[in-house]
């Protein structure tokens, strides 16, 4: 069975600039969830999906947004980038039901120059 | 902030058991104790998770005291592939409500 995959795995970008991040999930998996790990920092919650609905979100500004395809796979968007932006972005899916565990990829690096 | 206490911490002979504490003397009734662990530039991976009896995979063992305020992740036999940061968490997962957060973690360095 594939794990979440991510994509792409580093992406380099400049101040002000769009980045566009992608997961898909595991096969069966409805929820997508999408954290910030900056260095030497701890996961921040950034969004929940499920059903294609975006369900709750962290305390994040409103220019990191995403949505999630019929297929379930997802994106996250982040507009006008700054140098914190610099972190690893880290995608999980889980399955339908309570309590299903969530289940992570790998990440994608995004580097702001 | 995070709901659970965890030392930053910890090193194993390889070959032992790692026992890795975690405190979450707030948690509420339906919120279930999860453990994850992250090996360096790599995605965090599941585990093991439990409610309020002990459990049990080819992972690792969870042991989670009667009142619920504390519980121990239980690596059997650690190797060296077991170094990594290991994060306690406590999770109330339904159809319309899920929140999670992460603390440090502790940091668990098996030694030869």
């Known amino acids: 069975e594939a794990g979440v995959t991510q994509s792409p795995t580093h992406l380099i970008k400049t101040r002000g600039q769009q980045a566009t991040l992608r997961c898909s999930p595991i096969?069966?998996?409805?929820?997508v969830y999408w954290y910030q790990q900056a260095l030497g920092l701890g996961l921040q919650f950034l969004l929940w999906?499920?059903?294609?609905?975006?369900?709750n979100r962290g305390n994040f500004p409103p220019r990191f947004s995403g949505r999630q395809f019929p297929n379930y796979s997802s994106e996250l968007n982040v507009n006008a980038l700054e140098l914190e932006d610099s972190a690893l972005y880290l995608c999980?899916?889980?399955?339908?039901?309570?309590?299903?565990?969530?289940?992570f990829g790998d990440g994608t690096r995004l580097s702001i120059l | 902030d995070a709901k659970t206490t965890q030392p930053p911490s910890m090193d194993c002979a390889e070959g032992r058991a790692a026992n890795l504490p975690c405190n979450h003397s707030?948690?509420?009734?339906?919120?279930?104790v999860y453990w994850y662990r992250q090996i360096h530039s790599q995605g965090p991976q599941y585990i093991i998770h439990?409610?309020?009896n002990n459990e049990t995979n080819e992972m690792a063992s969870l042991i989670i005291t009667e009142d619920r305020k504390s519980s121990t992740l239980i690596l059997p036999h650690a190797t060296l592939r077991d170094t990594a940061v290991y994060y306690c968490?406590?999770?109330?997962?339904?159809?319309?409500?899920?929140?999670?957060?992460f603390g440090p973690g502790t940091s668990l360095s098996v030694i030869p």
């Open positions: 999980a899916s889980s399955g339908r039901g309570s309590n299903q565990p969530q289940h």
């Open positions: 096969s069966g998996h409805t929820s």
């Open positions: 999906y499920d059903e294609g609905e975006e369900r």
């Open positions: 707030t948690i509420s009734g339906n919120e279930y």
């Open positions: 439990g409610l309020k």
């Open positions: 968490i406590v999770r109330v997962s339904e159809t319309s409500y899920d929140k999670v957060i």
